[in-house]
């Protein structure tokens, strides 16, 4: 299969955070080719500091929600990204967005969110996370529900001008 340039830009600024999921699941096959591409993200110095938990209990995801991270209650598996204390919070953004794109090209929805307050703590708690591990950041994924996005307001679509975004040599 041969992807244009053209095709492949159009997927990346097509892709959309997704926050609402129907109760279908998603395929071992599937999630593993999900968990493949993050793991090949690149990362400072190739430490690779990050690695997943893979949460597809409802009731932890149902706690996620709690925690703030909501779309992790509804959605079919949740990737919570597990790093080295020390690592950069950078390299874990990359593992995340990395992780999203897969899911886009599955023909999944996801959506980054991160547990606030206590619930970083408990998490790691709950799930048997090292205490000097850090588990923050978590990507939702699920097969979209498209009746509860129409239901929702839409929210504004417009993007900066590229004149307002880049500049070119000094700011």
Not at 93 to 122: F, Q
Not at 129 to 149: F, K, Q, W, Y
Not at 160 to 168: G, M, N, V
Request: glycine share 8%; with cysteine.
């Amino acid at each position: 299969m041969s992807v244009s340039s053209g095709e492949l830009l159009s997927f990346l600024r097509r892709l959309r955070a997704v926050k609402d999921y129907t109760a279908e699941p998603i395929s071992q096959e599937t999630i593993e080719a999900v968990l493949d591409v993050g793991r090949w993200t690149g990362t400072g110095g190739n430490r690779q500091p990050t690695e997943v938990l893979v949460v597809r209990d409802p009731d932890t995801k149902q706690q996620f929600g709690e925690w703030g991270a909501a779309p992790a209650a509804t959605a079919a598996v949740v990737l919570l990204l597990v790093t080295a204390s020390e690592a950069s919070t950078f390299d874990e953004g990359r593992v995340a967005e990395r992780l999203a794109l897969a899911a886009a090209a599955c023909g999944l929805g996801s959506t980054i969110a991160t547990l606030k307050n206590d619930g970083p703590d408990a998490a790691k708690r709950l799930l048997g996370i090292p205490a000097e591990r850090r588990a923050v950041s978590l990507v939702a994924i699920g097969h979209p529900d498209t009746e509860a996005r129409r239901a929702r307001p839409k929210a504004a679509q417009a993007r900066k001008p590229l004149a307002e975004f880049a500049h070119w040599d000094r700011f």
